[in-house]
């Protein structure tokens, strides 16, 4: 007579992307272990999908927990970019461990019920705000583990090669526990300086590297090559990503065709933002504004990795958010004339590309990899994507780690 197998969970009744009829996910010790139509076992919890799609955690490749929800701090940057990159300076010197953490944590809690469970958070470090950002972000990876695994990238957003002390406070940061590097040349005063130590220091510490790049829409200069060249030199190819790239909105077919094939070839993900892209570029051409965001799925045609991600949460770059990944996802379909036929397309773009960029193990729903799911209050991919359907519950490594009531008329 066969044994009966037990499991922590079985979540039952589940839909999956492109499957047929429900499954039931029976998972122990924090990864699947099996999955089928009406699973024999017992578990410890049972839950019921109730025939809704089932999706693996979705993954932020790119937010900044440190500097949201400033607005009742700094209501109008009005000076697009360069305004919102004063705005959040003149307050960082007064930012305290403890007013990031609070502020971190409520933009971190928002996400998480929405069903991030993957985050690579942008870090600034200068001697304005020292450590104390990076210090209360190590707090919040520690606090918020059992929902979220938090990726922690340090990056000098306000220069570095003009001070000695922030390239030391990067090592410092790396020496306590960041797990990469990023950059931001576009406001160094010596941009290909600046790229040339952040590579020195990926190779010297062994970590990733997630560069701020290119975020206009003039096509007469870019730093794009520059990073696929440096990254081929060293090597890091496929470790290497960049956010906004927005000049690739602004460059003629033939120029966005050669960079495609470039950053295939050097393996380079590419970062859209398209909350932050749309609101702090093109101001200059008023009603005819353009969208100004990278065309990502022409990028993943050629073979780009590329990932669909927050930025900023309520401050002067981007004044809206509720850190819904399917709403970014949604928006970036819904200006690039992306119908339903390129919605699962897009769903990559927040949950199985965004996991290649970040070099993310084991993801995604099959047996072996890690129990990381959650509930859409939708019953197929088509329905959750374009009406941004909430996520009801999920499971981190099999543990239930958030609910979130459906709705309920009242009659
Ligand atoms: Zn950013």
Redesign the pocket.
Known sequence: MPQIQSFDLLLRNARLRGGQGLQDIAVRQGRIAAIGPALAGTAVVEEDAGGRLVLPGLVDT???LDKSCLLCRCRDAGGGLKGAIAAVSGLKRSFTVEDVYQRGARTLERAITQGTMHMRA?VELDPLVGLRSFEAMTRLKRDYAFAVDLSICVFPQEGMTHDPAVELLLIQALAEGADLLGGCPYTDADPSLQMERIFALAVAHDVDLDF?LDFDLDPSWSHLEEICRRTMAAGWQGRVAV??ATKLAAIDDAALARMIVLLAEAGVGVTA?PA?DLYLNGRDLKHRAPRGVAPLHLLAEGGVTVSVAT??VLNP?TPFGDGSLIRMGNLYANLMHLGPESFGDCLDMVSTGAARLMRIADYGIRVGGWADLIVLDADDEADAFGGIAVPLMGFKHGRKSFARPAATLLR
């Open positions: 790119h937010i900044h942008h701020h956010g906004h933002l932050t930025n900023n770059f």
